[in-house]
């Protein structure tokens, strides 16, 4: 502590009586363009006599503390609102420059310098290992540790004694084993545990393989559940779909319920039973893709953006044999931010309950809709003392939404009336009760963090970090911090729960394109404080990330309860996104694998049919694509290039590399109704051609045309 020109120095709180040595000076404010530095000096532009030991933080003060005021900061810590604490640096999220924790987001620049975990951390406990999740047959494993390591687990059945940590490495007498290399700086970690037996109790055995713990055996308990779906609501909902989308037909189709396969993957059969053809689904979605998959192959039949064929032979064909499909992916994902406006904005009920079919059919059992939220943020700043002039002025206009739900822009296109917002709530209302009828989850938005930007005006309570303009200079919300943060994301999920009810998904990205990532703020700990507010309501709920253009980052990873989230990888068929990160794909966050395909709603011709075969196979191959759960599309417009995305529909049923020329042939048949070598030639040529991008460019989508581009 320096006062003036007296220095005392405090080790533990207690002043200490050794002598201070002139130019060994904690502090040199003799530097050109810095405040000042700390651990040594700045001579002859070089960084000299630095401190050889260890910093656990740095406080500063601009005023000297009382020997009163050290004690109780070393027993208590730093209390960072204090009038005079000019910054306070922790390290504790290894940011550099590190993040100072008072709201005066001053930088502090790391020099020579390397981070460490405190020694007591380093200490290995040996992990605590736990359960979640738990089904008939399936169970997630938790593992929660201060240091890395690797795990080996083993179930074994309740009953049976004398399980030695010899015996979990190598699974001897196991139900189910396996290891999990688990991996600092995360805090816990999970994977799945399948093919149990139901009503069973099982203990769950580990052992964390890490220096000083090697022996450490750690165990919990689990008992399954014996629970049997009740699909009637869903095949009823079945039937109604064929009554929407085959009416003169649908009475030819039965449908009955079968288990999904270790609780979470669809499946379908096929079969013929007298003269109608029997589909057994382990829910909706897999019920109407399995009708998908008869019309495509055996009636040369289909339904899609640009019109049906839905002219059938008669009777139907027979099946000589049972048809099985299990899908690899416990998600089916559709829809893009884009898509509800370059394509949806002024859609009306009816042609949402045409696109939620139509979705269904592709098995589809996940899709993005932020309509209504309009609502949310009405009734959140109302909370917060906004008028309604005020708030019309961050609500966007029908044509914008897409990018002020994702954090780019604020107000634009706007004012709004009462009348437009209730309108939207009406019809997000019946998007989610038609979802719910069909199996289907809806992912609403989130709170993600950012607020309207003139948030600082209301008193809030909350640190303000300002985002930056978006491209084309629009002015983006900001970001806010502290604990009324926090507060402010509770409310917001309180006043969605209000409108639509608890979801299971909700979206939501930080720094989108480009946002500023405040110095100041610990961002792994701000997105787990988000996340939980979004468990408070429902706590199997999972955030839903787009990876895109370097999102999402990995310190918003980092914070993130791993299997409560889910990353939707948008255009592989352009760059993988989730081979960014280490050791495996989204730092083992479940991810999706997306294609776009379709950018800016440019009308034309594109594809890249044969470079999405072959990247879904690289990465099916890959050892490092991780915790893969789902398959879909991300395009930003929709109605254009249907065999584009045909394609990955089929994908959801096939393991194996699907043939494009056999895929483009088949298409061209259910297409049009018949087998015709004309059709499928010239089919053939454009997939060789406009559906076939080359790898190495760098065309997002097709060209402009010439008449709708902008001057």
Same mark, same amino acid.
């Given at each position: 502590?320096?006062?003036?020109?007296?220095?005392?120095?405090?080790?533990?709180?207690?002043?200490?009586?050794?002598?201070?040595?002139?130019?060994?000076?904690?502090?040199?404010?003799?530097?050109?363009?810095?405040?000042?530095?700390?651990?040594?000096?700045?001579?002859?532009?070089?960084?000299?006599?630095?401190?050889?030991?260890?910093?656990?933080?740095?406080?500063?003060?601009?005023?000297?503390?009382?020997?009163?005021?050290?004690?109780?900061?070393?027993?208590?810590?730093?209390?960072?609102?204090?009038?005079?604490?000019?910054?306070?640096?922790?390290?504790? &999220?290894?940011?550099?420059?590190?993040?100072?924790?008072?709201? &005066?987001?001053?930088?502090?620049?790391?020099?020579?310098?390397?981070?460490?975990?405190?020694?007591?951390?380093?200490?290995?406990?040996?992990?605590?290992?736990?359960?979640?999740?738990?089904?008939?047959?399936?169970?997630?494993?938790?593992?929660?540790?201060?240091?890395?390591?690797?795990?080996?687990?083993?179930?074994?059945?309740?009953?049976?004694?004398?399980?030695?940590?010899?015996?979990?490495?190598?699974?001897?007498?196991?139900?189910?084993?396996?290891?999990?290399?688990?991996?600092?700086?995360?805090?816990?970690?999970?994977?799945?545990?399948?093919?149990?037996?139901?009503?069973?109790?099982?203990?769950?055995?580990?052992?964390?393989? =890490?220096?000083?713990?090697?022996?450490?055996?750690?165990?919990?308990?689990?008992?399954?559940?014996?629970?049997?779906?009740?699909?009637?609501?869903?095949?009823?909902?079945?039937?109604?779909?064929?009554?929407?989308?085959?009416?003169?037909?649908?009475?030819?189709?039965?449908?009955?319920?079968?288990?999904?396969?270790?609780?979470?993957?669809?499946?379908?059969?096929?079969?013929?039973?007298?003269?109608?053809?029997?589909?057994?689904?382990?829910?909706?979605?897999?019920?109407?893709?399995?009708?998908?998959?008869?019309?495509?192959?055996?009636?040369?039949?289909?339904?899609?953006? &640009?019109?049906?064929?839905?002219?059938?032979?008669?009777?139907?064909?027979?099946?000589?044999?049972?048809?099985?499909?299990?899908?690899?992916?416990?998600?089916?994902?559709?829809?893009?931010?884009?898509?509800?406006?370059?394509?949806?904005?002024?859609?009306?009920?009816?042609?949402? /309950?045409?696109?939620?079919?139509?979705?269904?059919?592709?098995?589809?059992?996940?899709?993005?809709?932020?309509?209504?939220?309009?609502?949310?943020?009405?009734?959140?700043?109302?909370?917060?003392?906004?008028?309604?002039?005020?708030?019309?002025?961050?609500?966007?206009?029908?044509?914008?939404?897409?990018?002020?739900?994702?954090?780019?822009?604020?107000?634009?296109?706007?004012?709004?009336?009462?009348?437009?917002?209730?309108?939207?709530? /009406?019809?997000?209302?019946?998007?989610?009760?038609?979802?719910?009828?069909?199996?289907?989850?809806?992912?609403?938005?989130?709170?993600?963090?950012?607020?309207?930007?003139?948030?600082?005006?209301?008193?809030?309570?909350?640190?303000?970090?300002?985002?930056?303009?978006?491209?084309?200079?629009?002015?983006?919300?900001?970001?806010?911090?502290?604990?009324?943060?926090?507060?402010?994301?509770?409310?917001?999920? /309180?006043?969605?729960?209000?409108?639509?009810?608890?979801?299971?998904?909700?979206?939501?990205?930080?720094?989108?394109?480009?946002?500023?990532?405040?110095?100041?703020?610990?961002?792994?700990?701000?997105?787990?404080?988000?996340?939980?507010?979004?468990?408070?309501?429902?706590?199997?709920?999972?955030?839903?990330?787009?990876?895109?253009?370097?999102?999402?980052?990995?310190? =918003?990873?980092?914070?993130?309860?791993?299997?409560?989230?889910?990353?939707?990888?948008?255009?592989?068929?352009?760059?993988?996104?989730?081979?960014?990160?280490?050791?495996?794909?989204?730092?083992?966050?479940?991810?999706?694998?997306?294609?776009?395909?379709?950018?800016?709603?440019?009308?034309?011709?594109?594809?890249?049919?044969?470079?999405?075969?072959?990247?879904?196979? /690289?990465?099916?191959?890959?050892?490092?694509?991780?915790?893969?759960?789902?398959?879909?599309?991300?395009?930003?417009?929709?109605?254009?290039?249907?065999?584009?995305?045909?394609?990955?529909?089929?994908?959801?049923?096939?393991?194996?590399?699907?043939?494009?020329?056999?895929?483009?042939?088949?298409?061209?048949?259910?297409?049009?109704?018949?087998?015709?070598?004309?059709?499928?030639?010239?089919?053939?040529?454009?997939?060789?051609?406009?559906?076939?991008?080359?790898?190495?460019?760098?065309?997002?989508?097709?060209?402009?045309?010439?008449?709708?581009?902008?001057?």
């Amino acid at each position: 502590m320096k006062d003036n020109n007296t220095v005392r120095i405090y080790i533990d709180g207690v002043e200490s009586t050794g002598s201070y040595v002139s130019g060994a000076a904690p502090m040199d404010n003799n530097t050109s363009g810095d405040a000042f530095r700390f651990g040594g000096m700045y001579q002859n532009n070089s960084f000299q006599q630095g401190f050889t030991g260890e910093i656990n933080n740095v406080a500063f003060y601009t005023s000297a503390r009382s020997a009163a005021q050290i004690v109780d900061e070393f027993t208590n810590g730093v209390t960072t609102s204090e009038a005079t604490l000019w910054g306070y640096w922790d390290f504790n &999220n290894q940011a550099s420059p590190a993040t100072d924790k008072t709201a &005066n987001a001053h930088a502090l620049t790391l020099e020579n310098a390397t981070y460490k975990l405190k020694s007591e951390d380093n200490a290995p406990d040996g992990g605590v290992i736990s359960t979640g999740f738990v089904k008939n047959t399936t169970a997630r494993g938790y593992i929660t540790s201060n240091t890395a390591g690797k795990l080996y687990w083993a179930v074994y059945p309740v009953t049976l004694t004398g399980i030695t940590t010899d015996k979990v490495k190598t699974g001897v007498g196991a139900v189910k084993s396996g290891t999990l290399n688990y991996a600092s700086p995360a805090r816990q970690d999970f994977w799945v545990i399948n093919g149990l037996a139901p009503a069973t109790t099982y203990t769950l055995y580990g052992v964390l393989e =890490v220096t000083g713990a090697e022996n450490k055996l750690i165990s919990t308990t689990l008992t399954t559940t014996n629970l049997t779906a009740d699909l009637t609501e869903q095949i009823n909902s079945v039937k109604a779909l064929m009554m929407r989308l085959l009416p003169l037909r649908a009475a030819e189709f039965d449908f009955a319920a079968i288990d999904k396969k270790d609780d979470v993957l669809d499946v379908f059969e096929l079969s013929s039973v007298g003269s109608k053809i029997l589909v057994k689904g382990s829910s909706a979605p897999a019920m109407a893709a399995g009708v998908r998959y008869y019309l495509n192959n055996y009636c040369n039949a289909s339904f899609s953006w &640009n019109g049906d064929q839905n002219v059938l032979p008669s009777p139907l064909p027979a099946l000589t044999q049972p048809v099985r499909k299990e899908t690899l992916f416990q998600h089916r994902y559709a829809l893009n931010y884009c898509t509800l406006n370059y394509t949806m904005s002024f859609w009306d009920w009816e042609r949402w /309950e045409r696109e939620i079919d139509l979705m269904a059919t592709q098995d589809v059992n996940l899709f993005l809709s932020g309509i209504g939220t309009e609502a949310v943020w009405q009734k959140w700043m109302e909370k917060y003392g906004y008028s309604f002039a005020e708030i019309q002025k961050f609500i966007p206009g029908p044509a914008y939404t897409a990018w002020w739900l994702m954090g780019n822009l604020e107000g634009e296109g706007g004012p709004v009336s009462q009348e437009y917002i209730n309108g939207r709530v /009406e019809l997000q209302k019946k998007i989610i009760a038609r979802a719910k009828e069909l199996g289907m989850n809806v992912v609403l938005q989130g709170f993600a963090g950012f607020v309207p930007s003139t948030i600082g005006s209301k008193g809030a309570g909350v640190t303000v970090h300002d985002q930056g303009d978006w491209v084309g200079g629009y002015k983006r919300p900001v970001v806010v911090s502290g604990p009324k943060a926090i507060e402010m994301a509770k409310t917001w999920y /309180e006043e969605s729960v209000k409108l639509f009810g608890a979801a299971n998904f909700y979206g939501g990205d930080l720094f989108h394109e480009g946002g500023n990532i405040p110095s100041n703020l610990d961002v792994s700990k701000y997105a787990g404080d988000i996340q939980t507010e979004m468990m408070k309501v429902n706590p199997e709920a999972v955030w839903v990330l787009q990876s895109w253009l370097g999102n999402p980052h990995e310190l =918003v990873l980092k914070g993130l309860k791993k299997d409560q989230a889910l990353v939707i990888d948008l255009g592989n068929e352009r760059d993988f996104g989730w081979l960014r990160h280490q050791p495996t794909a989204f730092t083992g966050v479940p991810w999706v694998f997306s294609v776009i395909q379709n950018f800016g709603a440019r009308m034309g011709i594109y594809g890249r049919i044969p470079a999405i075969a072959d990247r879904y196979q /690289e990465m099916r191959n890959n050892a490092r694509r991780g915790n893969n759960w789902g398959i879909g599309i991300a395009p930003e417009a929709i109605i254009f290039n249907q065999a584009s995305y045909d394609i990955m529909w089929d994908m959801v049923w096939e393991s194996a590399r699907i043939d494009p020329q056999n895929f483009i042939t088949r298409f061209a048949g259910y297409r049009y109704g018949k087998n015709n070598a004309n059709a499928e030639n010239a089919w053939k040529i454009l997939l060789n051609t406009a559906l076939n991008c080359p790898g190495g460019s760098t065309q997002d989508g097709a060209s402009e045309s010439v008449i709708g581009a902008r001057p």
